[in-house]
């Protein structure tokens, strides 16, 4: 019997690799061509929770890409923390204008913290897409890691210049940040069907030194993974070339990464049999600008260089033509 997508990924993500390809997305997967298609637009899809849903479900009923992502932005934690999040528009994502904390003492977990802001509304959608779905496509919920939340939370320069210069000011603020995420991320692989994407933007080599990432980011990792039951894919944008070797050393099953910063290859000689790779096909560079054929050409040459889970390298640009979509999906099954 032929496996569903849900058991493919499960699989390759078990097996760490070496285990059959995929089409699937575990970045942000919503476009202004899909919205059309589906009559369902941001902004209204980031605050209803069946908008939320059906416009995840496009990329799998009308692209055919074998998975299913929500939410469609980064702001969901902040905001529920008390930043002010700008709302976008049908092409632009919503921004976290300020953080909510003035200082790393200051930051707090608010009562109730799943209960605020758009939480409830990420909760039911993954409910919605679960009661669709749920047995055949995996559904992965998306939280920020901690370094990138305790950013938006107090600032992103304040948080990376402090993790340089006197990381022990910011322990106790990304202790507790770090227990909100376990508790988040077991709450949504919970509603979910076992699978999650953890997005640090700012742990990317680009930031941080491949030092205080061993040092002061790493073990916050492994309380995750050893908290947190489920599934785990880690996405950090940018170079992250410098980490890769420390990132089996987290015990998360798949790492997805951005090209042309990381080549394939070079991730495969480090986390080959260590962890699933999934990415990295550059948004702008090849799926919002290329033809439909180079595309196809860059899913095959990453298919061939080891990629496990064809994706994105970082969340779909809205601008991606639909036809880029399908042009990755076709070159998993030409490769087959
Ligand atoms: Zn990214």
Not at 104 to 118: A, T
Not at 267 to 290: Q, S
Request: net charge negative; aromatic share 6%.
């Amino acid at each position: 019997m032929l496996k569903s997508p849900l058991e493919k990924v499960e699989r390759i993500l078990k097996t760490r690799g070496n285990a059959g390809k995929i089409c699937s997305s575990p970045l942000q997967t919503a476009t202004v061509e899909l919205m059309g298609v589906v009559d369902t637009y941001w902004p209204d899809a980031h605050f209803d929770a069946n908008k939320m849903a059906k416009l995840s479900t496009a990329a799998y009923e009308i692209a055919g890409i074998e998975g299913l992502r929500v939410p469609f932005d980064i702001g969901i934690e902040a905001e529920a923390f008390g930043c002010e999040v700008k709302i976008g528009r049908a092409d632009i994502p919503p921004s976290i204008m300020n953080p909510a904390f003035a200082e790393f003492e200051e930051l707090h977990i608010p009562r109730s913290i799943q209960e605020k802001g758009r939480i409830p509304t990420l909760l039911r959608a993954i409910r919605v897409l679960k009661e669709k779905y749920g047995d055949i496509l995996p559904i992965y919920p998306m939280i920020i890691g901690p370094i990138s939340l305790l950013g938006f939370l107090v600032g992103i320069e304040k948080t990376l210049y402090t993790l340089s210069t006197e990381p022990d000011a910011l322990k106790g603020a990304l202790d507790q940040v770090t227990q909100f995420n376990i508790d988040l991320a077991n709450t949504t692989v919970e509603e979910g069907n076992g699978f999650l994407c953890i997005a640090d933007p700012v742990a990317s080599g680009d930031l941080v030194a491949a030092e205080h990432f061993a040092e002061h980011i790493l073990p916050h990792y492994q309380r995750i993974r050893q908290r947190v039951h489920g599934l785990i894919i880690l996405h950090i944008c940018g170079n992250t070339n410098p980490l890769l070797p420390q990132l089996p050393d987290t015990g998360f099953e798949a790492f997805s990464f951005q090209g042309p910063e990381v080549e394939v290859k070079d991730a495969k000689k480090v986390l080959g049999g260590k962890m699933a790779l999934v990415g990295n096909l550059p948004n702008e560079t090849l799926l919002r600008f290329r033809s439909p054929r180079a595309v196809m050409n860059g899913s095959i040459k990453a298919l061939e260089d080891g990629v496990d889970i064809l994706a994105p390298a970082c969340g779909f640009h809205p601008l991606t033509p639909l036809q880029n979509m399908k042009a990755m999906v076709r070159a998993v099954e030409k490769f087959a």
